[in-house]
C-alpha cells in the first residue's frame, strides 16, 4: 500500500519499458480509430512525410506515462490531472523507457506532483508530462 | 508581430464541433486496455477507463474516400493555418471522475484561442483546443486542454 506519509520529495517512481509491435501499434489505432498512415504504412511513413520508420503515436506514449502513475497509486490515491507534450518522434522497434519523480508534496491537501518522462535508448525525452495525485 | 492571422482564422476562435453523443462499453475500454499494455486489472477488466481513454472518441467516423491521403480526417474546427509545419503538441487534462462502461457522454471540442509569437527561427502560430466531457445528466468527467505550435 502507498501512504502519502511514506513519499519522499526526489524520489523515483517504478519505471517500465515499451517495445510496441507493429501488432500492438494496429490494436491502438483500431481502438482509437486513428487511420493516419504514419502509424501502419512503412513506405507512406518514409517515403511520403520523411519518417526513419513507422511512427508511435504521440498519445499511446503519453499514456504510457500515464501508466507510471496509475501503477504507483494503484487504489491508494486519485489522478486529479495528468499532461504530456509531444517532443520527438519516437519509432516502431524503439524500447522506450516511461518513469518519474516525485517534485513536490502539499501537507495541507495530501497531494503529490510528480514528473514524467518517457526516454528513448539514447536517453532523449520524447514525451515529457506531470501529474498531480490525491491522497484521502 | 508578423500579423499572420487574418480575421477570417480568428473568427473561429469560440466555435465548437458538434456534440459527440456516445454510450461507453466495456469492450472498449478492454480494447484500449491491452492495446496499451495496461496492468491494473480494472483496466484490462474494462470496469474503469485508462485516464487517456477518451481520446479515441475525439476521432470522427468517416468512409475512407472521405479521408484525406494521409488517412486523417480533415480537422474542421481548426482553420486552414498560414504556417504548415506542426511542430510540438501538449495535452492537460483535469479529472473529475474515471469514464465507466455505461456511461452515457458527451464530449465537445472547442476552438479556445490562435495567437502568434515570434520565436527563434520565426513566426510561431498557438492553437488551443479544449474538450469537455461530461454525463448526459451533466455530471463533470473531465476538461482537456490541447495546445498545437505551427512553425
Same mark, same amino acid.
Given at each position: 500500500?502507498?501512504?502519502?506519509?511514506?513519499?519522499?520529495? $526526489?524520489?523515483?517512481?517504478?519505471?517500465?519499458? /515499451?517495445?510496441?509491435?507493429?501488432?500492438?501499434?494496429?490494436?491502438?489505432?483500431?481502438?482509437? *480509430?486513428?487511420? /493516419?498512415?504514419?502509424?501502419?504504412?512503412?513506405?507512406?511513413?518514409?517515403?511520403?512525410?520523411?519518417?526513419?520508420?513507422?511512427?508511435?503515436?504521440?498519445?499511446?506514449?503519453?499514456?504510457?506515462?500515464?501508466?507510471?502513475?496509475?501503477? *504507483?497509486?494503484?487504489?491508494?490515491?486519485?489522478?486529479?490531472?495528468?499532461?504530456?507534450?509531444?517532443?520527438?518522434?519516437?519509432?516502431?522497434?524503439?524500447?522506450?523507457?516511461? $518513469?518519474?519523480?516525485?517534485?513536490?508534496?502539499?501537507?495541507?491537501?495530501?497531494?503529490?506532483?510528480?514528473?514524467?518522462?518517457?526516454?528513448?535508448?539514447?536517453?532523449?525525452?520524447?514525451?515529457?508530462? /506531470?501529474?498531480?495525485?490525491?491522497?484521502? | 508581430?508578423?500579423?499572420?492571422?487574418?480575421?477570417?482564422?480568428?473568427?473561429?476562435?469560440?466555435?465548437?464541433?458538434?456534440?459527440?453523443?456516445?454510450?461507453?462499453?466495456?469492450?472498449?475500454?478492454? #480494447?484500449?486496455?491491452?492495446?496499451?499494455?495496461?496492468?491494473?486489472?480494472?483496466?484490462? &477488466?474494462?470496469?474503469?477507463?485508462?485516464?487517456? %481513454?477518451? %481520446?479515441?472518441?475525439?476521432?470522427?467516423?468517416?468512409?475512407?474516400?472521405?479521408?484525406?491521403? &494521409?488517412?486523417?480526417?480533415?480537422?474542421?474546427?481548426?482553420?486552414?493555418?498560414?504556417? #504548415?509545419?506542426?511542430?510540438?503538441?501538449?495535452?492537460?487534462?483535469?479529472?473529475?471522475?474515471?469514464?465507466?462502461?455505461? &456511461? #452515457?457522454? #458527451?464530449?465537445?471540442?472547442?476552438?479556445?484561442?490562435?495567437? @502568434?509569437? @515570434?520565436?527563434?527561427?520565426?513566426?510561431?502560430? %498557438?492553437?488551443?483546443?479544449?474538450?469537455?466531457?461530461?454525463?448526459? &445528466?451533466? @455530471?463533470?468527467?473531465?476538461? @482537456?486542454?490541447?495546445?498545437?505550435?505551427?512553425?
Amino acid at each position: 500500500m502507498l501512504r502519502y506519509e511514506d513519499i519522499t520529495v $526526489g524520489s523515483e517512481l517504478p519505471s517500465r519499458d /515499451h517495445t510496441a509491435t507493429i501488432v500492438q501499434l494496429f490494436m491502438y489505432n483500431a481502438a482509437i *480509430w486513428n487511420p /493516419h498512415r504514419i502509424h501502419f504504412d512503412h513506405a507512406y511513413a518514409t517515403e511520403e512525410e520523411g519518417y526513419d520508420a513507422i511512427v508511435l503515436d504521440g498519445p499511446l506514449q503519453g499514456d504510457w506515462i500515464g501508466q507510471v502513475v496509475t501503477d *504507483w497509486i494503484g487504489e491508494d490515491a486519485t489522478m486529479v490531472s495528468f499532461g504530456y507534450a509531444n517532443r520527438r518522434a519516437a519509432y516502431l522497434g524503439e524500447t522506450m523507457t516511461a $518513469g518519474g519523480l516525485v517534485e513536490e508534496k502539499n501537507d495541507e491537501t495530501k497531494e503529490v506532483k510528480v514528473n514524467l518522462y518517457l526516454k528513448n535508448a539514447e536517453g532523449e525525452v520524447t514525451i515529457p508530462g /506531470h501529474a498531480l495525485v490525491r491522497f484521502n | 508581430m508578423a500579423g499572420l492571422l487574418t480575421p477570417d482564422i480568428t473568427a473561429k476562435i469560440g466555435q465548437a464541433n458538434p456534440t459527440i453523443h456516445v454510450e461507453v462499453t466495456r469492450r472498449d475500454i478492454q #480494447k484500449y486496455a491491452v492495446s496499451t499494455g495496461q496492468r491494473a486489472k480494472k483496466y484490462l &477488466d474494462g470496469d474503469e477507463a485508462p485516464p487517456l %481513454f477518451h %481520446f479515441g472518441y475525439s476521432m470522427e467516423i468517416l468512409p475512407p474516400e472521405s479521408l484525406r491521403a &494521409d488517412g486523417i480526417a480533415e480537422d474542421k474546427l481548426i482553420p486552414p493555418l498560414p504556417l #504548415k509545419r506542426v511542430m510540438a503538441g501538449s495535452s492537460d487534462t483535469v479529472y473529475h471522475r474515471p469514464i465507466r462502461p455505461g &456511461d #452515457k457522454i #458527451k464530449m465537445t471540442r472547442r476552438l479556445k484561442d490562435i495567437y @502568434e509569437k @515570434e520565436g527563434k527561427t520565426g513566426p510561431l502560430i %498557438f492553437v488551443v483546443t479544449e474538450v469537455v466531457v461530461e454525463t448526459e &445528466d451533466g @455530471e463533470p468527467i473531465l476538461n @482537456e486542454t490541447t495546445s498545437l505550435i505551427a512553425r
